[in-house]
């Protein structure tokens, strides 16, 4: 009881989180689109953009400092130099950012083909045999074929209920739209262990506790905020004129979905499949 009631106090702050921010920046700027400018924002909007404007003023001015100092260390050599020179500056920190996210991954690789029996750095030996137990045996076998059945089973049901639900958020005047946006964002919010309570007692009830099924339903609860969340920004900018135009050529809407709209954004929706498959 004490547990469901602390889950009930981090949904009502994760809404109110939202409702805040929604009056300072706009919940279309979680798609990458520019928040709408309100008639009368309020005195939390109002706040936020004269806070806004001053931190950007004085982030402008820092950057413009920095790019005087560069210039005198290193006097540019007319334009082409200076874009030469930006695009070496950009690649070095774009390349240092990616091997510190990725290095990490990597290093199981070496790690795995140790002889010794615990994970430790630096491996001790060369040994296959861990290789050897994974392929041998048909536990490890078949929870790697449930594994990919799951990831695409979650993949497909997240979009089958991500695209309209992302279609209605950026095409149709939503009631409460922050609150239902608020909702569809909480699972990345509240913390795992209270949905997968949650979740349990649910399927305890009608009875898929342990079942592949039961886990894809699971699973499709924290991938949806990604579809979602992908979708819009994909959506935000269509350009639903073409839409418009097969309408007025005789086209349905759902030919006009099939021929037109999915076609247009099937990158997008890749992309947003690939998320809930991951």
């Known amino acids: ?59 402008g ?22 874009v030469y020179v930006s695009r070496r500056v950009l690649w070095g920190f774009a390349s240092a950012a990616l091997v510190f996210l990725v290095v990490p991954s990597f290093f199981v690789i070496p ?4 002889s010794g029996k615990f994970i430790e750095w630096p491996p001790i030996g060369f040994s296959l045999q861990w290789y050897e137990d994974y392929f041998t045996s ?27 639900a992302a279609l209605v958020m950026t095409r149709q005047p939503v009631p409460a739209r922050t609150f239902v946006m608020a909702l569809i964002l909480s ?30 339903l699971g699973h499709t609860v924290f991938s949806l905020p990604y579809v979602i969340v992908t979708l819009m920004a994909v959506l935000k900018n269509y350009d639903e004129r073409l839409d418009k135009a097969a309408w007025s050529l005789g086209a349905s809407k759902l030919t006009t979905l099939r021929l037109v709209t999915i076609p247009l954004i099937k990158a997008g929706m890749l992309a947003a499949f690939l998320f809930a498959f991951v």
Do not use: K
Not at 111 to 114: E, I, Q
Not at 187 to 214: N, S
């Open 111 to 114: 790690v795995s083909f140790t």
């Open 187 to 216: 699972p990345l919010i509240v913390p795992h262990i209270i949905v997968a309570i949650a979740l349990y007692y649910f399927f305890a009830r009608l009875g898929l506790v342990g079942t592949t099924f039961g886990v894809v």
């Open 138 to 164: 048909e536990v490890w076998r078949a929870a790697t074929v449930r594994s990919l059945l799951v990831g695409i089973a979650t993949g497909m049901l997240s979009m089958l209920i991500g695209f309209p």
């Open 1 to 59: 009881g004490f547990a469901g009631a602390v889950a009930v106090m981090l949904l009502a702050a994760t809404l109110a989180i939202f409702y805040v921010y929604d009056r300072l920046l706009g919940m279309s700027t979680l798609t990458g689109s520019a928040a709408p400018q309100r008639q009368n924002p309020g005195f939390i909007g109002a706040l936020g953009r004269h806070a806004g404007n001053r931190i950007v003023a004085v982030l």
């Open 61 to 82: 001015g820092a950057s413009a400092m920095l790019g005087a100092a560069y210039d005198a260390v290193f006097p540019p050599r007319g334009d082409r130099a200076r």
